[in-house]
């Protein structure tokens, strides 16, 4: 085990506008979360614009086809050595066949970063990702995805560098962008003066209201019973997107320096050791238990109402709500890559990654259907990646919940398979 060391590092920095980021020109150890290295030790190396990539050059020949992976850790693949994660596997693979049919050069460029929601991606496209103006946008999404965009906080500890914050057994800290529907935000005495008109005190009821007005989410329901979608996305290409940048950002700040400080001596990597790794583990597994206790509990009512939850409280608001929101940023972020004249491409994974939830394939029929609607591109990743797995193989890690290197080379297969349709 001493021949596997493990280490923890805290690869990024605070982002006013992004919540966080990868650190430009920086290296770091991605070994799990065990005291020893059980499954992997991958190098992972960030270049100079902040992104586990080569270094690349924004302008690009006529003869270049540019693509760009968008999306959170299952892009930055950083279980793996850079070359095996599945957009250096296809763009190895473009160059060696597809350029033999078109005569083109392929570019594959990374633009992963762990973490993200849909609203933080499609902020990282207009502020990094456009300026190398691809010609094909691949977006990796399930449903972390979709819960990160309506929500302003971080809660997992030390992965960002800070610690757990607030009361009793909600300890977040404000680290997010988040995104709603509406003219304006609510405070809470529109929801007092909501609640009030609405007859109920539920705050669960409630939570919709701060991401959707109350008469546009009825309209949605409404249209949802008649199946008339493209009416649906004529209604929502109506609506407003407005995205608020981390509240709290300032503290993020300072609270990451006096972890880094106190917990990571002063460094962005450490060593773990055995004892540390035990006396963390036993603190944090009873906690666990609680929650997931809580929240299978919270499963039991999705068929009277679609609802997640982190664990501890009833706490994001109805899946709809959840739903088109997000299917609002896609919309947004479509709209935004077809004016740069790309083409925008939906790697649907939700029904893999855990298909036993109901309310995930409300989820994937929706991303099908704004992908018909507004002419996106569309692979149905989970069908590949949960075929493989019925038959015996593994496309993830035992201990880890990211694509292994059977995962990786199934989506960059996936990908080529579509390019190559698009060129017959």
């Not at 691809?134 to 399930?142: A, E, M, Q, V």
Request: glycine share 6%; hydrophobic share 35%; proline share 4%.
């Amino acid at each position: 085990m001493y021949f596997n060391p493990s280490y923890k590092a805290i690869p990024f920095k605070p982002d006013p506008i992004l919540g966080w980021r990868f650190i430009p020109n920086t290296e770091h150890i991605v070994t799990g979360n065990h005291w020893y290295a059980r499954e992997f030790s991958a190098h992972v190396k960030i270049n100079s614009q902040g992104f586990r990539d080569v270094e690349r050059e924004k302008v690009k020949d006529e003869n270049t086809v540019r693509i760009a992976l968008l999306g959170d850790s299952m892009i930055a693949g950083r279980q793996l050595d850079f070359e095996k994660t599945a957009g250096q596997i296809l763009e190895k693979r473009l160059n060696n066949e597809l350029a033999l049919k078109t005569g083109k050069k392929y570019e594959v460029l990374n633009f992963g970063v762990p973490g993200y929601g849909v609203d933080q991606i499609n902020l990282n496209w207009d502020r990094q990702v456009a300026k190398y103006k691809p010609d094909f946008n691949f977006i990796y999404l399930f449903e972390k995805n979709y819960l990160r965009t309506i929500s302003k906080t971080w809660c997992a500890r030390g992965f960002l560098g800070i610690d757990s914050f607030g009361n009793n057994d909600r300890k977040c800290l404000d680290v997010r962008p988040f995104a709603i529907i509406r003219k304006k935000s609510v405070d809470w005495f529109d929801i007092v003066k909501y609640r009030k008109q609405e007859g109920f005190n539920a705050t669960t009821r409630s939570l919709d209201f701060f991401y959707i007005e109350p008469e546009n989410l009825k309209k949605i329901k409404q249209l949802l019973k008649t199946k008339k979608n493209k009416v649906t996305f004529l209604f929502l290409e109506k609506l407003p997107l407005l995205t608020f940048p981390p509240m709290g950002y300032q503290k993020f700040v300072s609270e990451q320096n006096k972890y880094i400080e106190i917990e990571m001596n002063g460094k962005r990597t450490k060593k773990i050791d055995r004892r540390s790794f035990i006396r963390s583990y036993l603190s944090n597994l009873n906690k666990k238990i609680v929650q997931f206790s809580k929240a299978r509990e919270e499963e039991k009512q999705w068929d009277q109402e679609a609802r997640y939850t982190t664990g501890s409280s009833n706490d994001f608001p109805s899946w709809i709500t959840t739903n088109f929101v997000n299917l609002k940023v896609l919309q947004d972020l479509g709209n935004y890559i077809k004016k740069n004249k790309g083409k925008f491409v939906i790697i649907d994974s939700f029904l893999f990654h855990d298909p036993v939830i109901p309310p995930l394939e409300f989820a994937s029929t929706w991303l099908k259907n704004l992908s018909n609607f507004n002419s996106y591109g569309y692979i149905p990743l989970y069908e590949k990646l949960n075929q493989t797995k019925e038959s015996g193989l593994s496309v993830k890690w035992e201990y880890d919940p990211h694509l292994n290197e059977l995962g990786n080379k199934i989506f960059a297969d996936e990908i080529f398979d579509y390019l190559e349709k698009q060129t017959s």
